[in-house]
Structures are given as structure tokens and as C-alpha cells.
């Protein structure tokens, strides 16, 4: 391990560092610089995201404003480092690719996750190989999102391939001239690395009728890409800076951006998703583990993510945007306090009710839950916003509660603290009714996280001479983010 991450902040090269971290609500650009040895960590740019209905009525991302927007907080994190930029990092949401021609240039915008061509392509794909089979090979938790089905919808429309796929991270990555690379963490959400050797599975891809060929190189987090390249190098500070592949998927990240020791410790990542989990040193794919869809994902330091994955803060973003477009809108700091003043709610939501993952009418989808269940209908105007609010908070946190506790069955571990990341761990009524429900201590880490373990893998990356996602590897990083949680603050 390096001696700045044993016993302090001060990095053996003192230029500063860029993470850009992806969202599917907003995507941003942070500046990490080194003063007097210590680490300062800026938000450089922000910018809003989110999918976008195309001419022929598919549901996509707005790859080149997402491009735009990234290369615009680069150069502006240039401009700010006169010292120069010795790395930039990208991590982001999972499953969603992009398809590249020989000269990496997209041959089309990706498509979001909740396109509805995956359900056909769900169901027509476990006709030739069936889900337990699926499950066993890759200990995925089973869902029309991943990027195999999206993959087999692509070949049941009988799209052009292109030469390759990247998954938004490291296509940007690629963009700026680095190697095109699957990223170990990103890859295992695509429900096509076999758990036991994490390598591509050649059976899968058999039954989905996808090339080998076709599948970029899966590295582990932290590998070296390669140097910038391309029209940001007129800009001095970019002139010899390097490509890292940080744990590309978002989530790894935030939970390597923990500042957390021991094995008694959960986390919840709070955004459009939950992610509700614990690290484990192997995989929990038992039988439990598969009927009830836990997950387990690739991690930092050889480790996994044993995780479920949930609605989040989806459903309030929705009902949000349809109170704001009635004219109606709330902030969502005075949202959250008025919630807080609510009456408790008689009855609780089912959150993993398919129909409240959709886009649009969100509290009217909540109603028909409630008729369904024989509860009365909720005023869904923007007047009764605290009421509707408080509903979805508490069953939030009753969902996390019944999680943790079978986790603890499952893994056998006894988790006495939980670690909340994300935007959700700034809403301190969510944490309050998380401790409730749970009885366990809960912590508020950094809103920031993923930004915070894309720059510990970065420099774990820098600083180290060790190959592979190692046990080393992974107590650099968590050092890092030690660090970085005390002195880094945005």
C-alpha cells in the first residue's frame, strides 16, 4: 500500500483529479485539487438529466447533451487546475449501452432502461434459457432492465450491431480515446459474467445470440485506459492526463466511498432506485437468495455487492413532476418538512409493485394500490403533496427494514450500523423512520459518494503498482475514502 494512503492525504504526484458521475436525474463533474497536502473536492458542474421520447415513440437517453455537458465540465476543471489534471474517472447508472461503429462513434442514442421492448425481450429469452438457469450462472437478480435482455431486444429488431457495445461510463471513457473496456462492477450488472470465474458466460451469450466478439474486455475497477486524447488536449492541464476505469457502476463506488471498517454494516443507496445490501466476502446465491431476487454485484477489493434492488425516490420525483407541471411545484427540502407533520398513514404502500416503477400518473397509480387493497382514494392535488409524501417515506422504510432482516438471515451476518448514500441520505425524516423500522444505528455518508470512491479507486489506481481488483487494492481505497470523507468535503 502506498504511504500517503497508511498515513496521510499527500499523494505522490499533487495534480488534481476529475470524477464525472453519471445519474439518470443529473450528471456531474467534480474537481479534486491538493492544497498544502490535503485534499479539496469541487463540484464543477452540473447538469440536468433524463430519458427523452424519440420520433418513433422508443425511450432514450440524450447521448449527445449528456457528451456535451461532460466535456463542458472538463474543460471547466482545467481552467481551474493550472497544476494540470493527472486523471479523469467516470462512474454511472447501470445497463443502458451505447453501440459504437469502428471509430467509436454511436450509431444510435441508447435506449433507457424503461423502454417497454423489454418485456417482450424478457419473456422471449427465458424461452431459450430459463430464469433458474440464468440465476445460477451469473447470481443476478432477474430483471426486464439488465442489459441481456435490452441485447436480445436489440437482435429481435434486427438492429445494426455495430463493432462493439459500451455501457455509458466507459463509452464516454472511450470517447476521450481511452481503451473500450467493460468495467468489472458495470459488467456484472448486464447479467452475462459468470459468477465463478467473472468472465464473460459463452452459454448465455449462446442462447441470446450474441457475438463474443462483440464484447469489450472486461477489466477490474481501476485499470489504466490509456491518456486523453482529442480536442481538450489544447488545454494545458489536460495535456498528460490519464483514463482510468474507476468502479464504473455508481453504486460501487458510493459503497467504496464509505468511510467504514469491520463486517457489521450495511448500506442503502438512495435515489431513482434503492439499494439495499451488504459487502460479503462470497457470493450468497443459495436458493432463498435466488426465489427472493437478491443480487450479488461486483465490488471494490474483491468483494460483493449482496444487494436488492427496490423503487426509490422514483416515486416522489414522479408525483413531483406532475404537481409542478399543474402549476403546482414543491421544493423538495420543504416537501420532506411538511411530510414530517403529516398524520401517520393508515396503510402502507407495496413498493415493489411494478406498476409504481412506471413514468407518469404516479399518484393516481397509488390510488389504484389503495382501491385494490380496500383503502380509501388520497387527494392526489399538490395540497395533499405532505400527506402523499409521508406514504411513501414510511413504506420506504418498512421495505428497508423486511430487507435488512432478511439479509441478516441470508448472509448470517448481524449488521448493527447502515450507511445511507445518495441523495436520500440528506433527507434526515427518511433516515429517522429508517432507524425505527430497523432498530439498527443509521449514517448519514456523503450525498456525494460515488464521487468520493470514484476519486479513492483513482487514486488507489495512481498510487499502487498492483494488478486486479485485490484485497490490497480494496483497503487502499477504503483508506482513501477515509481521507477524503474528513478532509475532502464538497
Same mark, same amino acid.
Given at each position: 500500500?502506498?504511504?500517503? @494512503?497508511?498515513?496521510?492525504?499527500?499523494?505522490?504526484?499533487?495534480?488534481?483529479?476529475? *470524477?464525472?458521475?453519471?445519474?439518470?436525474?443529473?450528471?456531474?463533474? @467534480?474537481?479534486?485539487?491538493?492544497?498544502?497536502?490535503?485534499?479539496?473536492?469541487?463540484?464543477?458542474?452540473?447538469?440536468?438529466?433524463?430519458?427523452?421520447?424519440?420520433?418513433?415513440?422508443?425511450?432514450?437517453?440524450?447521448?449527445?447533451?449528456?457528451?456535451?455537458?461532460?466535456?463542458?465540465?472538463?474543460?471547466?476543471?482545467?481552467?481551474?487546475?493550472?497544476?494540470?489534471?493527472?486523471?479523469?474517472?467516470?462512474?454511472?447508472?447501470?445497463?443502458?449501452?451505447?453501440?459504437?461503429?469502428?471509430?467509436? +462513434?454511436?450509431?444510435?442514442?441508447?435506449?433507457?432502461?424503461?423502454?417497454?421492448?423489454?418485456?417482450?425481450?424478457?419473456?422471449?429469452?427465458?424461452?431459450?434459457?430459463?430464469?433458474?438457469?440464468?440465476?445460477?450462472?451469473?447470481?443476478?437478480?432477474?430483471?426486464?432492465?439488465?442489459?441481456?435482455?435490452?441485447?436480445?431486444?436489440?437482435?429481435?429488431?434486427?438492429?445494426?450491431?455495430?463493432?462493439?457495445?459500451?455501457?455509458?461510463?466507459?463509452?464516454?471513457?472511450?470517447?476521450?480515446?481511452?481503451?473500450?473496456?467493460?468495467?468489472?462492477?458495470?459488467?456484472?450488472?448486464?447479467?452475462?459474467?459468470?459468477?465463478?470465474?467473472?468472465?464473460?458466460?459463452?452459454?448465455?451469450?449462446?442462447?441470446?445470440?450474441?457475438?463474443?466478439?462483440?464484447?469489450?474486455?472486461?477489466?477490474?475497477?481501476?485499470?489504466?485506459?490509456?491518456?486523453?486524447?482529442?480536442?481538450?488536449?489544447?488545454?494545458?492541464?489536460?495535456?498528460?492526463?490519464?483514463?482510468?476505469?474507476?468502479?464504473?457502476?455508481?453504486?460501487?463506488?458510493?459503497?467504496?466511498?464509505?468511510?467504514?471498517?469491520?463486517?457489521?454494516?450495511?448500506?442503502?443507496?438512495?435515489?431513482?432506485?434503492?439499494?439495499?445490501?451488504?459487502?460479503?466476502?462470497?457470493?450468497?446465491?443459495?436458493?432463498?437468495?435466488?426465489?427472493?431476487?437478491?443480487?450479488?454485484?461486483?465490488?471494490?477489493?474483491?468483494?460483493?455487492?449482496?444487494? +436488492?434492488?427496490?423503487?426509490?425516490?422514483?416515486?416522489?420525483?414522479?408525483?413531483?413532476?406532475?404537481?409542478? @407541471?399543474?402549476?403546482?411545484?414543491?421544493?423538495?427540502?420543504?416537501?420532506?418538512?411538511?411530510?414530517?407533520?403529516?398524520?401517520?398513514?393508515?396503510?402502507?404502500?407495496?413498493?415493489?409493485?411494478?406498476?409504481?416503477?412506471?413514468?407518469?400518473?404516479?399518484?393516481?397509480?397509488?390510488?389504484?394500490?389503495?382501491?385494490?387493497?380496500?383503502?380509501?382514494?388520497?387527494?392526489?392535488?399538490?395540497?395533499?403533496?405532505? *400527506?402523499?409524501?409521508?406514504?411513501?417515506?414510511?413504506?420506504?422504510? *418498512?421495505?428497508?427494514?423486511?430487507?435488512? @432482516?432478511?439479509?441478516?438471515?441470508?448472509?448470517?451476518?448481524?449488521?448493527?450500523?447502515?450507511?445511507?448514500?445518495?441523495?436520500?441520505?440528506?433527507?434526515?425524516?427518511?433516515?429517522?423512520?429508517?432507524?425505527?423500522?430497523?432498530?439498527?444505528?443509521?449514517?448519514?455518508?456523503?450525498?456525494?459518494?460515488?464521487?468520493?470512491?470514484?476519486?479513492?479507486?483513482?487514486?488507489?489506481?495512481?498510487?499502487?503498482?498492483?494488478?486486479?481488483?485485490?484485497?490490497?487494492?480494496?483497503?487502499?481505497?477504503?483508506?482513501?475514502?477515509?481521507?477524503?470523507?474528513?478532509?475532502?468535503?464538497?
Amino acid at each position: 500500500m502506498s504511504s500517503a @494512503a497508511q498515513t496521510g492525504p499527500a499523494p505522490t504526484d499533487n495534480r488534481a483529479l476529475v *470524477a464525472v458521475d453519471l445519474g439518470a436525474e443529473s450528471c456531474r463533474v @467534480a474537481l479534486l485539487r491538493w492544497v498544502d497536502g490535503t485534499p479539496h473536492i469541487q463540484m464543477v458542474h452540473r447538469f440536468p438529466n433524463g430519458p427523452v421520447h424519440s420520433a418513433d415513440g422508443s425511450l432514450r437517453w440524450p447521448l449527445e447533451a449528456i457528451t456535451i455537458g461532460v466535456d463542458h465540465g472538463l474543460r471547466l476543471c482545467a481552467e481551474l487546475a493550472p497544476e494540470g489534471i493527472r486523471s479523469v474517472a467516470v462512474d454511472g447508472w447501470a445497463v443502458d449501452y451505447v453501440r459504437i461503429d469502428a471509430e467509436r +462513434k454511436p450509431l444510435a442514442p441508447p435506449f433507457c432502461y424503461r423502454d417497454e421492448r423489454n418485456v417482450e425481450s424478457m419473456q422471449k429469452l427465458h424461452e431459450r434459457i430459463s430464469p433458474e438457469r440464468l440465476r445460477s450462472i451469473t447470481g443476478l437478480q432477474l430483471q426486464q432492465i439488465n442489459t441481456l435482455y435490452q441485447l436480445y431486444a436489440d437482435r429481435l429488431a434486427k438492429a445494426p450491431a455495430g463493432n462493439c457495445w459500451l455501457n455509458l461510463p466507459e463509452y464516454l471513457l472511450a470517447h476521450w480515446g481511452g481503451k473500450a473496456v467493460a468495467e468489472y462492477t458495470m459488467a456484472t450488472h448486464t447479467q452475462m459474467v459468470q459468477l465463478e470465474t467473472n468472465s464473460w458466460s459463452r452459454e448465455i451469450l449462446h442462447e441470446a445470440g450474441i457475438d463474443l466478439g462483440s464484447m469489450p474486455k472486461l477489466v477490474p475497477p481501476g485499470t489504466r485506459l490509456g491518456h486523453i486524447h482529442g480536442d481538450v488536449t489544447a488545454l494545458p492541464a489536460l495535456q498528460n492526463t490519464e483514463l482510468i476505469a474507476p468502479a464504473c457502476h455508481d453504486t460501487a463506488s458510493a459503497i467504496a466511498g464509505i468511510p467504514a471498517s469491520g463486517n457489521d454494516w450495511g448500506y442503502i443507496s438512495i435515489g431513482t432506485w434503492s439499494l439495499v445490501g451488504t459487502l460479503v466476502d462470497r457470493a450468497c446465491n443459495g436458493p432463498l437468495a435466488s426465489v427472493e431476487q437478491f443480487t450479488n454485484l461486483g465490488g471494490v477489493g474483491d468483494r460483493l455487492l449482496f444487494q +436488492k434492488n427496490m423503487n426509490g425516490m422514483w416515486l416522489l420525483k414522479q408525483c413531483m413532476d406532475q404537481w409542478a @407541471a399543474s402549476g403546482h411545484p414543491w421544493e423538495i427540502g420543504d416537501l420532506v418538512a411538511a411530510a414530517e407533520l403529516a398524520p401517520r398513514p393508515e396503510a402502507l404502500l407495496d413498493i415493489d409493485d411494478p406498476e409504481l416503477l412506471k413514468t407518469g400518473d404516479m399518484p393516481s397509480r397509488i390510488n389504484v394500490q389503495r382501491r385494490a387493497k380496500g383503502y380509501k382514494e388520497m387527494d392526489e392535488s399538490a395540497a395533499n403533496a405532505p *400527506a402523499i409524501a409521508s406514504l411513501i417515506f414510511h413504506s420506504l422504510a *418498512a421495505r428497508y427494514a423486511s430487507l435488512f @432482516a432478511r439479509i441478516e438471515q441470508l448472509t448470517l451476518k448481524k449488521l448493527s450500523r447502515i450507511f445511507v448514500v445518495g441523495g436520500g441520505s440528506r433527507n434526515s425524516f427518511l433516515l429517522r423512520l429508517t432507524a425505527e423500522a430497523t432498530g439498527k444505528q443509521i449514517f448519514a455518508a456523503s450525498p456525494e459518494s460515488s464521487i468520493v470512491g470514484n476519486f479513492a479507486v483513482q487514486l488507489s489506481a495512481l498510487e499502487l503498482d498492483l494488478p486486479g481488483n485485490t484485497e490490497e487494492f480494496g483497503v487502499a481505497t477504503s483508506s482513501w475514502a477515509a481521507i477524503l470523507s474528513k478532509h475532502g468535503s464538497f
